[in-house]
């Protein structure tokens, strides 16, 4: 008996000390096991080959841009420095402050002047010089903001290969972007017009004149078109036909087909969904990359097609249309499968909503903006994405009045997250604004506090909008504007200036251009009106519209030469339209207002109290030769 209970007392121990083993190796290995998916880094090597990629896509000795992104930046910097694998190139980056200083000590210089700057070394690096500075030991040498002096590199002009289109690159010269597999070289100019050949076949001298005034962002006349021809002709890339340029081959590859050289094994990694953000853009970026590639095409493969009239080359370029559009879609929604929770699809979000071509897949963006939304709640990126979100919301309901019931619930759900973010924001418990000058600059927690204002009135409008859109007796807006502008007559003075107020409104919170053609037509017709106080308040509508200047003139002189200004003047209204034309640069024009504004306030002390401040500023411009 006692043996007996002594066997069942040891089988208890055993079954005890093997629950105890299962638990602790349990719980060791839960966090392997609930983690795995996400720590399973054995297959990542999208740094690695992403970096090794970028350069696999430079010739020999080529300076070489990255724009500045740290998957960029330090995968270059890895390999260019620590491996010597490609030391024949001359690296840089977009903010200067990794790579050679290219552009000085950005820390202490003007904004301004760094703009300046960079635009001056950017357009010496594609000529071929590189940039030097004196050398300075202390930051308070007044040396520190010099400009660079320049030297031919030693290799002579070198190829220029950059990660990404800078902007505005007829700044820089005559020059163009062509991408070569991931990067993108700079290249003459003429080199654009053999892009646009390779599809058309041909164009007239008049048309190349007319293209290369649109990329150059100036007129160039036919001596100058005809000398690119000439340079493309030499190198047997086109021929001349009396009036037309006839395509005869494109450049050579600098380098062999390209994606047999890279390495893509991204695509190869099956937890690639559930890895940490940082790693998901590099597949990200490739993806809308080649997704905003694809659409460049179309848009000039549009452009073509517009201005081609042959049968047989407008179906070539349709189909070419297609076939990008299609490879666009794919790109970018596998984008949106690893990017979930990444501010770098947005792009691919509007495109599902607006695109080039027409298809609306705006049902598919929805659900897919909210999910990016719902990690960034009360964060100042959450504003960002959100106006994005709610901009492409109201111009689809512009479009589609029939989806009013539908899109609204989703728009009145981001106000609400829009208003609770809003209230977390330390500017929120600010009872008055920051100063606005700190030691000579402009004190951030004052621009930060603007913002909030700006971000609280937009909010506010926004809300004002849905509820008028949400009212029983709301009336389709657009209707209602056609039929002013068809019987402006059967409408009240008050019913004209609310839907100007609404269209504008719209305008302000979507972008929507159709309404913002309306209100202008809108505005035509209230200059042939008689009564002074709708002049006056087309007026104040004018003068809050930065496109509206020509209106703000004329209904401006309207009211200075009506018979009703002597009775009830508004010198505020010479006075800013002497601030309009100083500001544009119109100085003759300003004082002639500004002449008038002094007259009507020195018929009354009342009006010089009122405006003392203005009669200064008016005084300093009409002091000026």
């Known amino acids: 008996m006692q043996m007996l209970i002594e066997e069942k007392e040891l089988f208890r121990q055993k079954l005890l000390r093997g629950i105890g083993i ?4 349990g719980l060791g290995l839960s966090p392997y096991v609930s983690n795995y998916k996400t720590a399973d880094h054995h297959l990542d090597y999208l740094n690695h080959d992403y970096g090794k990629n970028l350069m696999a896509s430079a010739e020999m000795d080529s300076v070489y841009m990255t724009e500045g992104g740290d998957n960029q930046v330090f995968s270059s910097l890895y390999f260019i420095y620590a491996e010597k694998i490609r030391p024949d190139l001359s690296a840089y980056d977009q903010m200067g402050n990794v790579f050679k200083k290219i552009y000085g000590l950005m820390l202490y210089s003007d904004p301004r002047a760094i703009a300046r700057r960079k635009d001056l070394v950017d357009s010496n690096i594609f000529a071929g010089l590189e940039p030097f500075y004196v050398p300075i030991s202390n930051i308070n040498d007044p040396r520190v903001n010099l400009d660079p002096y320049f030297i031919p590199y030693w290799q002579g002009r070198r190829p220029v290969y950059l990660t990404w289109q800078r902007p505005e690159v007829w700044k820089l010269g005559d020059y163009t972007y062509r991408r070569y597999g991931i990067m993108y070289k700079v290249e003459p100019i003429a080199h654009r017009l053999l892009d646009d050949l390779s599809i058309r076949g041909s164009v007239s001298v008049g048309e190349a004149e007319y293209l290369f005034s649109e990329w150059l962002r100036r007129p160039v006349d036919r001596g100058y078109v005809l000398d690119q021809v000439k340079s493309l002709a030499s190198q047997g890339y086109v021929r001349l036909e009396g009036e037309r340029i006839v395509f005869v081959r494109s450049t050579p590859l600098p380098l062999a087909d390209y ?5 893509i094994r991204w695509q190869n990694i099956p937890n690639l969904p559930y890895l940490d953000r940082m790693t998901r ?5 490739y993806d809308m990359q080649m997704g905003d590639i694809y659409r460049e095409r179309i848009r000039s493969l549009q452009t073509m097609y517009q201005r081609e009239t042959r049968p047989e080359v407008r179906e ?6 297609t076939n990008a559009w299609k490879k666009t879609k794919e790109v970018y929604r596998e984008a949106m499968y690893y990017g979930y929770d990444s501010v770098s699809i947005i792009g691919a979000l509007v495109a599902f909503v607006e695109n080039e071509v027409g298809e609306d897949l705006s049902e598919e963006a929805w659900p897919r903006f909210r999910k990016l939304l719902s990690y960034y709640h009360n964060s100042r990126t959450f504003i960002g994405i959100s106006m994005t979100y709610n901009q492409l919301l109201l111009r689809t309901i512009y479009r589609y009045p029939q989806r009013k019931n539908t899109l609204l619930p989703l728009l009145e759900e981001n ?4 208003r609770k973010t809003l209230s977390l924001r330390t500017e929120a418990k600010l009872k008055e604004a920051p100063p606005r000058d700190m030691g000579g600059f402009v004190n951030p927690a004052y621009q930060s506090y603007q913002e909030f204002l700006q971000w609280k009135q937009y909010t506010d409008m926004l809300d004002a909008v849905l509820k008028d859109m949400r009212l029983p007796q709301a009336f389709d807006l657009e209707a209602k504007a056609r039929e002013l502008l068809q019987k402006p007559e059967s409408f009240s003075a008050e019913m004209k200036q609310m839907i100007l107020i609404q269209l504008i409104q719209r305008t302000q919170l979507a972008n929507y251009v159709p309404y913002a053609r309306l209100a202008g037509d809108i505005m035509d017709i209230l200059a042939l009106e008689s009564d002074y106080q ?7 509508i004018a003068m809050q519209v930065p496109d509206w200047t020509a209106k703000a003139y004329l209904f401006g002189d309207r009211i200075l030469q009506h018979e009703d200004f002597a009775r009830q003047p508004v010198p505020e209204v010479a006075y800013n339209l002497g601030i309009l034309a100083y500001q544009s640069g119109d100085t003759s024009r300003a004082k002639e207002y500004l002449r008038r504004f002094k007259a009507l306030c020195e018929t009354s002390l009342q009006l010089q109290a009122r405006f003392a401040q203005q009669l200064r ?3 300093m411009i009409l002091s000026q030769p």
């Open 259 to 263: 994606f047999s050289r890279y390495r």
């Open 316 to 321: 070539k370029i349709a189909m070419e249309i």
């Open 617 to 619: 500023v008016a005084d």
């Open 534 to 540: 709708m002049l006056l308040f087309a007026w104040q």
């Open 281 to 285: 853009e590099i597949a990200i970026g």
């Open 415 to 418: 106000v609400r997250y829009l």
């Open 22 to 25: 299962l638990l602790v190796l």
